[in-house]
């Protein structure tokens, strides 16, 4: 092997000395001018020059290294042209995409007059991170106020069940993570508190993200429950279950079927504003609950109730949330689980 390599060494050498012989030198070809593009070029003729082995030397004045994409032809894309729209097709949203759909819902859901309302779905999540304070008054039958207290709530919109509750004063927080839930008690953790926590998150967070909520086709169902008269009007109604979780129902229907979240939602038949909901939930003692919506006021581009007034058979108020501030936050997935 070192022998042939010395070899093919000492014949490169040989050949190095060896005189080339003179290339034939082609024929002139003939000018052709560059095609008009536009730049600082356009309609130079190219000179074009032969050295004494016959290769060919373009006299020009572009910097050492520089390059200049020759003009496309008619009907043909360049590669970069190309990258550029794919990029630009790749953020935008396609025609055949209804807007709804972008907005976040489907554009058969009996909710697009309270989504006209309120803002949409996509609306409500792109808020992110948010923090509300909310205040709590209980009444007696004759209205007197009985106590107040104040909860605050950091929520993030972009998910159904990341909540998060703190009581100041009293030591206490509950939190959220999807199916997961904790109660915290000084800082350390009370599961004894877990069932309690589990009711009052989902409470709240229903309170914070209605009517946005019940777009997720996947969790919920809504079907027209046709109209509601008051003493002073008429609102039409909707009816919303809470679906079962997927592959409980695939075997066939359940003969005791088990509880499920029932909501009933009421709005304007005009400007499509909700006005009252009722809520049964699943978990035992929930009964039905009647609210009713009041002092409406937007935020960052959606629409949130100020007070939410619960009332008995009677229409006569027991307790009223009230949001009291609502801000933006920043927040990870740390902040709804224990720590």
């Keep these: ?92 949203v396609p025609a055949s995409v209804p807007a ?20 949409s779905p996509g609306a409500w999540k792109r808020l992110g991170g948010v923090q509300v304070t909310w205040r709590i008054t209980v009444y007696d039958p004759q209205g007197a106020v009985l106590g107040t207290r104040e909860v605050v709530h950091t929520a993030d919109t972009n998910f ?50 209605l009517p946005w909520l019940f777009a997720d086709t996947a969790a919920f169902a809504a079907t027209s429950g046709g109209v509601v008269d008051r003493p002073d009007e008429r609102l039409q109604r909707l009816l919303v279950e809470r679906r079962p979780p997927l592959g409980l129902d695939a075997i066939g229907p359940d003969a005791e079927p088990p509880p499920r979240d029932r909501f009933e939602l009421c709005f304007e038949p005009s400007g499509g504003r909700p006005r009252e909901l009722v809520h049964r939930f699943a978990f035992p ?12 006021e937007e935020y960052r581009g959606v629409w949130l109730a100020r007070r939410r007034i619960y009332v008995d058979e ?26």
């Design 100 to 119: 709804s759909a972008a907005a976040g819902f489907d554009a058969g859901t009996p909710l697009l007059p309270m989504f006209s309302a309120t803002g």
């Design 285 to 296: 003692g929930s009964g039905a609950r009647t609210v009713l919506f009041d002092e409406w």
């Design 1 to 92: 092997m070192r022998s042939m390599l010395w070899v093919w060494v000492s014949t490169c050498g040989l050949l190095a000395q060896q005189p080339a012989p003179p290339a034939p030198k082609p024929a002139a070809a003939p000018v052709v001018p560059q095609q008009q593009t536009g730049g600082q070029n356009a309609g130079r003729v190219a000179v074009v020059t032969f050295d004494q082995n016959g290769f060919p030397q373009v006299a020009d004045d572009l910097p050492p290294g520089a390059a200049v994409a020759p003009p496309a032809p008619a009907g043909e894309v360049r590669v970069a042209d190309q990258a550029a729209a794919r990029a630009t097709a790749a953020t935008a």
């Design 160 to 209: 159904a069940a990341r909540d998060r509750l703190e009581f100041p004063g009293e030591g206490r927080c509950y939190g959220r993570l999807g199916p997961s839930v904790f109660a915290e008690r000084q800082g350390r953790p009370w599961p004894t508190w877990t069932e309690t926590a589990g009711h009052e998150l989902a409470l709240f967070g229903m309170h914070l993200r």
């Design 314 to 339: 009677q229409r006569r108020p027991t307790t009223m949330l009230q949001i009291l501030a609502i801000e933006s936050a920043v927040v990870t997935e740390r902040d709804f689980r224990l720590h």
